[in-house]
């Protein structure tokens, strides 16, 4: 089921499988955390089928603890401290049995939480004798949704050997693209390298000081390194993939980032907590424009959304109704643009915003701001008209403050020449607040809402 994993692991034993706090640990110390794993997960008595909460990130402590409860066959709901105050809202929801917690030096706690495995998918997995895996997304209306994985369906993928790889473990714990960052580095004989945060410099210097090949990242993120400038102040020529995904890839933000690191090769990948990340190729010359490679996997586009059937897909959500349809199909709820076998995403549903019958995707607009001068980072959302169902409205976050009203005048002169007239901002707000959450992903109101979706 998953022996294969830790037979590879084995055999690498002297090479080191994590960078973390600048001192590498190998497969081999690895491994050995593992079994010591396993030694205390049964003196707490933790045993197949269980339920355990692991608050931490990428450290040798936690990542070992995870390989151990994978082999014991338990069902991991991994956490970070970033969102440990809906720690017992998950929990709950989860239905979490035993829980260890991480500090930042890698120490570790213990609390027993007894209850009972009552959801009958969680049920079904233990029935299998299959580890599982339990990621929480916000969706599409910010209710927390908690979506169960077979853990061995998941980890299928990475049976096929693919390169040997140094990675920047950029996307958290608890996210399904940092799950797919870890096991793809283990599975291959790679080396991941843990920063000690996600500022801009602290990134550059990790890459720059480890060699680091891949970055898997947001486009939220790459906007920040070019507006701090850390990729001038650092050596990035071991940088050969970033790998962006999450949300949409302006163009224009694109086309800056080329020309800042000519060297580096953009993938743009596709993953959602539902299906885990899927391998997909650009088309040449616009990355944007993907075409799914992933064996065992399905799509099709329905009304402009894409629905996908594959294997890997979660078992369902431990608290909101499953988006399948009869015959396996997942409505992804997010929209696209077919062109033959390549499609681009064009943003969530949800996101949508409705001018008079006119569709606006939010991506389209922030693409065109980004390239205004002065600005920074910018999150276009719609808001209710009487009129038109919505207008476009626009919170921009600018590099040196100017008077609102001149930026206004400028804006619409700027996106006068490059947008129709209904994608225009009709509201402009100018914050100082960063406009990404904890994920680094753009926080933006939903349409027709005045509060941003986490």
């Not at 003196?43 to 692991?54: K, S």
């Not at 926080?443 to 986490?454: D, F, H, V």
Request: net charge neutral; with cysteine.
């Amino acid at each position: 089921m998953t022996g294969w994993l830790f037979e590879r692991m084995h055999a690498w034993a002297g090479e080191p499988a994590l960078v973390f706090r600048d001192v590498p640990c190998t497969y081999a110390a690895l491994l050995a955390r593992a079994e010591a794993w396993d030694a205390e997960l049964s003196a707490r008595g933790v045993a197949a089928g269980n339920v355990v909460l692991l608050e931490g990130g990428f450290s040798p402590g936690a990542v070992s603890l995870l390989l151990a409860l994978v082999r014991r066959g338990a069902i991991a709901v991994p956490l970070t401290a970033l969102l440990r105050v809906h720690r017992a809202e998950f929990s709950d929801i989860a239905e979490v049995q035993h829980a260890f917690t991480f500090d930042e030096a890698d120490a570790w706690t213990y609390a027993a939480s007894p209850r009972e495995v009552t959801h009958a998918l969680t049920r079904k997995l233990v029935a299998r004798g299959h580890p599982g895996l339990v990621i929480f997304s916000s969706g599409s209306t910010g209710r927390p949704k908690a979506v169960l994985h077979d853990f061995a369906g998941l980890l299928e993928k990475f049976r096929p050997a693919g390169a040997r790889k140094r990675s920047l473990t950029f996307l958290l714990f608890d996210h399904i693209g940092g799950m797919d960052t870890l096991f793809n580095t283990l599975a291959n004989g790679g080396t991941l390298v843990v920063p000690t945060s996600r500022e801009p410099d602290v990134v550059c210097a990790a890459i720059a000081r480890h060699g680091v090949h891949t970055l898997p990242t947001s486009p939220t993120f790459l906007n920040l390194l070019l507006v701090s400038e850390a990729w001038r102040r650092h050596d990035l020529s071991s940088l050969q993939v970033v790998a962006y995904g999450t949300e949409p890839m302006p163009e224009a933000l694109l086309g800056r980032l080329r020309e800042a690191l000519p060297h580096v090769k953009w993938v743009q990948t596709y993953g959602t907590s539902e299906l885990g990340v899927l391998r997909a190729r650009g088309r040449e010359g616009a990355p944007q424009w993907i075409r799914f490679r992933s064996e065992g996997f399905e799509t099709r586009v329905v009304d402009g959304v894409l629905w996908v059937r594959s294997p890997a897909a979660m078992l369902g959500y431990l608290n909101a109704p499953d988006l399948f349809d009869e015959e396996g199909w997942l409505n992804t709820q997010d929209a696209v643009q077919v062109e033959g076998e390549y499609l681009r995403v064009l943003g969530r549903v949800s996101d949508l915003i409705n001018v008079g019958g006119q569709k606006v995707y939010p991506a389209e607009v922030e693409g065109v701001l980004l390239a205004l001068d002065n600005v920074r980072d910018v999150a276009v959302y719609g808001e209710r008209h009487p009129l038109t169902g919505h207008i476009v409205a626009a919170r921009v976050s600018l590099v040196t403050p100017e008077p609102l009203d001149a930026f206004k005048r400028r804006l619409r002169l700027f996106c006068r020449e490059r947008l129709p007239s209904y994608k225009v901002p009709a509201r402009i707000e100018l914050t100082e607040q960063e406009q990404f959450g904890a994920r680094m992903k753009k926080l933006r109101p939903a349409a027709g809402s005045a509060e941003p979706t986490p």
